[in-house]
DNA sequence: ACATATTTTTAGCTTTGTCTAAATATTTTT
DNA sequence: AAAAATATTTAGACAAAGCTAAAAATATGT
């Protein structure tokens, strides 16, 4: 497999977790499922590009510019996670492979379209925001279910108990992950949760509530 | 510029003419702007891997393999020119570039909702046939606008004419490239053409007919 | 049909991204 | 603080795609 630029400034970003860390390169190998080696030789030439900081032994980190490259290819990949989730009826598990291929498409009109005509959305399928044309956003929060105030909503994106009869509990009732969901009021009586997740209004126990994650969307 | 194996199937097909002619190396390397002997080795590259059938002098055509996946190529192309036109608020001479990237997304399920989403379009912004999932389709047929029948539609293409007080009176009435045309009436009379141009209905002389190419759409 | 012109291939070199194995730094352990 | 373990880089080789220049095959003109 021959991997882009693009590829090596998108780990490095991903590992950095969006601030400006320096990652090690056998971080970078591992993530990318490459050589330590070949990590040294490509993030040399990012370095003589203006792209990278790089410091042998002592790691790597993005410069303005590789940062500025790093947030636009976030972009256009939640940008076509969305359009294919939303247009074209892809599930929420499906997306991100085609995605990858579809971020490096090269056309800033292409772009800018793909938002308008998604009606310009604040978060993709996963609950993680679209950073704006000039690179601004705000960082997902992800929080148990139990522990965000009435009127939070967000996104279902994982749980912490992956037990079989804890999935089929969720499966039973209709929760999925991808599924958006808004508290709608804590009931301290029997320690319950009112919530509308897909348009439907249901209560679960705050035991069950534990046990979800909730990607905060505003 | 490093081209892929499916630059040079698409080259070689489209060099045919769709038809499984047998083409030179010098025209494949004319065509992708690069040298013949790049073509000769990568020939013979195709020809190994049963894409091609290839003889040292004598040319190369498309095995049916190969004629499967450029006509896979042609279709993802063609519908992502509709997507753009249709959806993306692109005009009709932005699309190829953009285009030629993204008919290399691999994903079969991409191309069949994307053609879903499209409303199954017979027909390109250009007024070319779009190949079924399984491969087949109508040539596109291009004539003088005077010499079709009453009742034909299609896509104005290009004119024969191209002299600037000829495209200035096109300008002025509103009639342009990528424009769908329907002959609705012919008035031997006066020698004019009654037709509808982009919903409106208009009246052109015999002289001007004669100057516009129309692809046939039906 | 022969000489000339053109086309196509071959041979050898370049570049780019990758890998392995050996060498060098750094970190951890004792 | 020295030894051992780990991380990182360097050196050298490989594969893919491309190019140049020379050789070989085919086509053309008289």
Redesign the pocket.
């Known amino acids: 497999?021959?991997?882009?630029?693009e590829?090596?400034i998108k780990a490095i970003y991903h590992l950095g977790k969006g601030e400006n860390t320096t990652v090690?390169?056998?971080?970078v190998?591992e993530k990318?499922?490459?050589?330590?080696?070949?990590?040294?030789?490509?993030?040399?030439?990012l370095s003589e590009k203006g792209v990278a900081n790089?410091?042998?032994?002592?790691?790597?980190s993005l410069t303005e510019y590789g940062q500025k490259i790093a947030l636009a290819l976030v972009r256009k990949h939640r940008l076509w996670e969305v359009f294919l989730v939303e247009k074209l009826d892809f599930s929420w598990d499906e997306v991100h492979e085609v995605a990858e291929q579809l971020e490096h498409i090269k056309s800033e009109k292409l772009v800018d379209q793909l938002d308008k005509h998604l009606g310009f959305p604040q978060v993709d399928p996963h609950g993680d925001p679209i950073p704006s044309k000039n690179g601004e956003f705000k960082k997902a929060v992800k929080r148990l279910l139990n522990d965000v105030p009435i009127g939070t909503s967000g996104i279902c994106v994982g749980v912490k108990d992956s037990s079989v009869p804890f999935l089929k509990f969720l499966d039973k009732n209709k929760i999925a992950l991808g599924d958006s969901i808004l508290v709608m009021d804590k009931e301290e009586f029997d320690e319950s949760l009112h919530i509308k997740i897909k348009e439907n209004d249901i209560h679960i126990s705050n035991q069950i509530a534990s046990n979800l994650y909730l990607k905060i969307t505003e």
């Open positions: 497999m021959t991997l882009s630029e590829d090596y090690s390169t056998n971080a190998a990318m499922d490459t050589k330590p080696s070949s990590v040294t030789d490509m993030v040399k030439k790089y410091k042998p032994y002592k790691g790597v």
